[in-house]
């Protein structure tokens, strides 16, 4: 007696094929899907990123050349009168736009040891140890020792900021929090000019133990006056000056900072008595209150 076998319904196995196939396929077309999606994402991203930089730029320029002109003006009329801050409204967006004389700023290929050491340890927020051993790096590296005996020593200079990255114990964070107390590149000016020097610097000078910072932030607080007046002054200085524009641009919920540095002369075949010595990329900042 043959014993009663289950029956193989048929096609049982290839449709258990099938149906894998099909899971796998739809599994790996929700993930090209989604890579799709995360790649249109990022690009939209990007391109909402690089119209905020093309609006920063443009309205930052906008705004700078007006307070130039402006200066000018003043200049001309009223040398004493002449402002250091002012916002513009260009189009959708304000703009403010500040001129602080190069001169009031800490040059990086001049300052003395015992400056650089209070700009690291306020600006820069290293302790006393640290700030004073990146200083000494700073000052050893500009200097170049001559190949015979009895030669001068020659000196080697920072062409941009960035390029401190060359000297030991500087990071990017540290040139990131410095970048707005100092200068590069300023020419034959020597030491920071106390008289024209915004309230941040004249607090790393004091740090630095200079006695006339001292003085100088004491009568500022006395006069209830910032140094906006003395800034202008500074601003309105003889042709061949250097200034650092700053534009700030609000973009939506965020704050674009577009710097140019200016020279107060006039560039050949060119009739604006101003030109642009190096120009910046606008960078997202935080406003401090």
Excluded: C
Aim: cysteine-free; proline content about 4%.
């Amino acid at each position: 007696m043959k014993a009663n076998l289950p029956k193989r319904l048929p096609g049982t196995r290839e449709d258990g094929v099938a149906l894998a196939i099909v899971v796998w396929f739809i599994a790996g077309m929700s993930l090209l899907v989604a890579g799709i999606i995360s790649h249109v994402r990022v690009d939209t991203r990007m391109t909402q990123l690089h119209v905020a930089q093309a609006q920063a730029a443009s309205a930052g320029d906008g705004a700078i050349q007006l307070m130039l002109a402006e200066l000018v003006s003043s200049r001309r009329n009223a040398p004493d009168g002449a402002l250091s801050e002012a916002v513009y409204r260009l189009g959708s967006l304000d703009v403010e736009v500040t001129l602080v004389p190069a001169q009031g700023l800490i040059d990086i290929n001049r300052a003395p040891q015992i400056v650089l050491a209070g700009l690291f340890r306020l600006a820069g927020a290293l302790d006393a140890t640290e700030a004073q051993t990146v200083a000494d790096n700073v000052v050893k590296w500009r200097q170049v020792q001559p190949v015979e005996e009895g030669g001068k020593v020659a000196t080697r200079h920072f062409v941009a900021l960035e390029d401190m990255l060359r000297v030991d114990g500087v990071s990017r964070m540290l040139i990131e929090a410095v970048r707005d107390y100092v200068v590069v590149g300023l020419g034959s000016q020597r030491g920071t000019n106390f008289s024209a020097a915004p309230a941040a610097v004249l607090e790393v000078l004091r740090e630095a133990n200079l006695q006339q910072a001292e003085q100088l932030l004491r009568q500022r607080e006395q006069e209830g006056d910032p140094g906006s007046r003395g800034l202008a002054r500074a601003a309105s200085a003889a042709p061949g000056g250097m200034l650092r524009a700053d534009a700030v641009v609000r973009y939506g919920d965020q704050f674009w900072l577009r710097r140019r540095w200016v020279v107060l002369e006039t560039e050949s075949g060119s009739s604006l008595p101003w030109r642009f010595q190096r120009t910046e990329a606008p960078r997202v900042v935080e406003l401090s209150n």
